[in-house]
């Protein structure tokens, strides 16, 4: 069973920045693409960020430019670096590991999510 384990969410205001990190462990983590995922209040989850088990990456319009996602195989941890962060990005922050090595697979495992609120 694999495990996602989120961390670094928090309170930041408009303009700050935060790094999201995602710890995982029960299976072999560098052969697997990873993501994040974001949800807000009356909204559908929506994709943010992914990674492939090679580094290549993908990012949702809304956030190019500002967020940077990586991984670091020794670890087993993906991050998800966000800056000029505003109050769109306000959401429970999800990390997602996908079924293959390529972000076009599907999530197979979801983490808890962690909060991040922006103020003004």
């Known amino acids: 069973q694999v495990q996602l384990v989120e961390s670094g969410g928090g309170l930041v205001q408009t303009g700050g920045s935060l790094r999201l990190s995602c710890a995982a462990s029960g299976r072999a983590f560098s052969f697997y693409a990873m993501g994040w995922f974001r949800q807000a209040p009356g909204k559908e989850r929506e994709l943010v960020a992914r990674?492939?088990?090679?580094?290549?990456?993908n990012y949702a319009d809304s956030v190019k430019g500002r967020f940077t996602i990586s991984r670091d195989n020794a670890k087993n941890t993906v991050y998800l670096q966000m800056n000029s962060l505003n109050a769109d990005d306000a959401a429970v922050y999800y990390c997602a590991a996908y079924s293959g090595s390529s972000i076009f697979t599907r999530v197979a495992y979801w983490g808890q999510g962690t909060q991040v609120t922006v103020s003004s």
């Open positions: 990674i492939s088990s090679g580094g290549s990456t």
